[in-house]
């Protein structure tokens, strides 16, 4: 059995006392044993973090960039072997577990701009003889905790910010498919990051608490479900650390009766089914607006889903690939009766989906729910599977304020050809990222990501300048070089340039 094993400078690759299953989820079976760490182990890569970091601050931007440079042609080199790794473990299909890996990349990119972004601001002469400049200086180091959804986009987003920085980084990413996380920090090596500067630990609960109350971190970030975010959040903050953390989301597309509903229902099936619902963007709500809009939107969604085609996920014809492991497929199922339960119409029935030949893979097929009710638990709850939900509503009015008024709020869609109600929408819903006829409306490496409310803890987004802003600490120099003409008087009044 494969053993997956901590990336920490001096690791000895000793077995530690616990492990974990790692499934494939394409035949039900553990395909490995992943180390779960303790905090002796973290407390081996915060030492090594510690006599590394100094020296990779002290390195010019330029040349740290230049090692995201050549991490990001090696992942490029890399791509193939990275996405059947990735693939093997989530189950996400391989094109879509490239898109993972090619949208940390992106990341990536804007890394490699970093001696640009860290210049400083300077006033000459804000009084008299005297000039105020700022700078923005690593922390030191800082930490990131990964979900299982986006094994390669996710670290990507926190260590490629946090390193251009010049800080020193230690992963901790889900322990459900930890091989991809492993990859990059050993092609980061290779690129010409210094050991010590992007360290993996593996782990569960225990080391997770190990991260949040170890002194010598500076800084967590975290992406997962909402309740272990605002734990994490919590938990950190009082440890005095600086916090982000992304939670759980029900993303709602909006369909308006102008809209083209053929695009639409192509949009829906990618982004309520693909990566079989496991996205934080995916777009598992759909409200039309009017029933006239629901009807004809049912009538069209129907056919295109059972047109999709459920397979493994090496299957370069399958639209998706299995959940990611026994649990989350009960999961997944028991919310699906939930919503039977609650009174809901389930007009497609996903349960029950076998693959021939794959009897034992975590398969779910895709679900259509009619007339689901904003009391619903199923509505109010993230199933993150391949099951999508229609919410019709009379109007735009209370189409806006069904997402507006939801416990998640990291994205949102708005399908219509009415420039006016776009533009009502974006500026009054009360959600963190708005597509306006684009389903998954996740922004560009150099914007920022992060949603509202339950879904995200913390005041600063992932990636672009905010995320320079949450790896660095901004210090402001006021100076005067005195010459030698002074009075010698002291000031005991406040100074002020009035
Ligand atoms: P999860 O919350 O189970 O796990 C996330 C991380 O927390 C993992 O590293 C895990 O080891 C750790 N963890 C799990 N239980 C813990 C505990 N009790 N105490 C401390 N740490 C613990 O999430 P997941 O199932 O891996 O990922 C799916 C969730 O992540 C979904 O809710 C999804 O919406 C969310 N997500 C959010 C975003 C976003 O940006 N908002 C992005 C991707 C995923």
Redesign the pocket.
Known sequence: MRNIDHVIVGHNGGAGARTGEVFNPNTGQVQAQVQLGSQADLDKAIAAAQAAQPGWAATNPQRRARVMFAFKALVEKNMDELAHLLSSEHGKVIADAKGDIQRGLEVIEFACGIPHVLKGEYTQGAGPGIDVYSMRQPLGIGAG??????PAM?PMWMFGVAIACGNAFIL????RDPSVPVRLAELMLEAGAPEGILQVVHG??EM?DAILDHPAISAVSF???SD?AH?VYRRGVEAGKRVQA????KNHGIVMPDADLDQVVADLSGAAFGSAGER?MALPVVVPVGDKTADALREKLIPAIEALRVGVSTDAEAHYGPVVNAAHKQRVENWIQTGVDEGAELVVDGRGFQLQGHEQGFFIGPSLFDRVTPDMQAYKE?I?GPVLQIVRAPDFETALRLPSDHQYG?GVAIFTRNGHAAREFAARVNVGMVGINVPIPVPVAYHT?G?WKR??FGDTNQHGMEGVKFWTKVKTVTQRWPDGGGTGDSAFIIPTMG
């Open positions: 905790i990964t979900p299982f959804n986006f996710i901790k990413p889900s322990e569960d609960k997770v992406v997962g479900s272990i734990y992304m939670g759980g989301a934080c993230e993150f990291n990501f949603g879904s995200a």
